[in-house]
């Protein structure tokens, strides 16, 4: 008989890339992980991986293997959800992974609204940026995620995640009150070509969109600091250092120094939704937290 660990040990693999990153993800060692590989190799009568670089790659028998294996384990979790959860009691344990300002704007209010309804969910989070979060609800080491896309950078989700639209939210530009601009309301991109900005690191969601707000005009912005919290960027516009694009969800009362203007052409808008495993759709403790969310949604 196939041993379930050993499947998940070839999906994880097929998933990262080698056998010491699905072994970080499966919380195993990576002698563990190889030991279950070469069991299925044993039973496959044949390779399922080979040497490439410093990782590896699936052989054809390994990628066929490692998706009906994918595909298994989707069907497993579905059938533990049926069997095992009480519709009327949600409950055990929830990871969540979801974006820094949606932590500080939807997960706490979250946290706070379970332990006022005393629920037997328990939730562990962590804060990564939406491509991470996809890939950690697709790999299953994450359960639910909180990610968005800026309406100029898409964000591509795989087939087997639910996605559920949560609400849009929309990006401001700081400027120091002594800004020449700062009495606008509103400015376009052409308005912001000479400033200085505060970014996210490269790679980041955020940074993309940034760019590309430039991109129509054939220049880049000028970058003072990479930073990826946004607290650090509010605090150097206080400081008249620097403007900054902020988004508004999650977002902390601004200091007197600094003024939000309206961003227009173009506009810089974030949809932010909700991404499960199909597989969890019949858990109760997911639809408790997508309908939990939408409510704390409506508020902010």
């Known amino acids: 008989m196939i041993d379930v660990m050993a499947v998940r040990a070839l999906v994880a693999v097929s998933q990262h890339g080698s056998v010491i990153s699905a072994a970080e993800s499966l919380g ?148 120091h009150r002594d800004h020449p601009l700062a009495q606008r309301g509103s400015v376009s991109a052409a308005d912001l070509l000479d400033e200085w900005w505060m970014a996210t690191p490269v790679g980041m969601i955020c940074h993309e969109a940034l760019m590309r707000m430039f991109s129509e005009m054939g220049i880049l912005p000028k970058v003072r600091l990479f930073d990826p919290d946004f607290s650090t960027h509010i605090g150097l516009v206080e400081l008249g250092v620097g403007v900054a694009l902020v988004p508004r969800l999650g977002r902390a009362e601004l200091p007197a120094n600094v003024v939000a203007l309206e961003l227009r052409e173009p506009a810089q808008r974030r949809d932010v939704k909700i991404i499960y495993r199909r597989s969890l759709s019949a858990s109760p403790a997911i639809n408790h937290l997508v309908s939990a969310l939408k409510e704390i949604a409506t508020t902010r």
Request: net charge negative; glycine share 8%.
């Open 28 to 175: 195993y060692s990576p002698s563990a992980i190889s030991q279950q590989i070469k069991k299925l190799e044993k039973q496959a009568g044949g390779a399922l991986l080979e040497r490439h670089g410093r990782g590896v790659l699936l052989t054809e028998r390994g990628l066929s293997m490692s998706e009906q294996g994918r595909r298994v384990l989707e069907e497993l979790e579905q059938l533990e959800v049926t069997l095992l959860a009480d519709p009327s009691k949600p409950s055990g344990p929830v990871r969540i992974s979801a974006f820094s300002t949606a932590c500080r704007g939807l997960v706490g209010p979250l946290i706070q609204k379970l332990e006022k309804e005393g629920s037997a969910i328990q939730l562990r989070v962590v804060g990564e940026d939406p491509e991470e979060s996809v890939q950690r609800v697709a790999s299953g080491e994450a359960d639910l995620a909180l990610v968005h896309n800026w309406n100029s950078v898409p964000l591509p989700i795989p087939e087997q995640l639910m996605v559920t639209e949560l609400c849009q939210d929309r990006a401001d530009v700081l400027v």
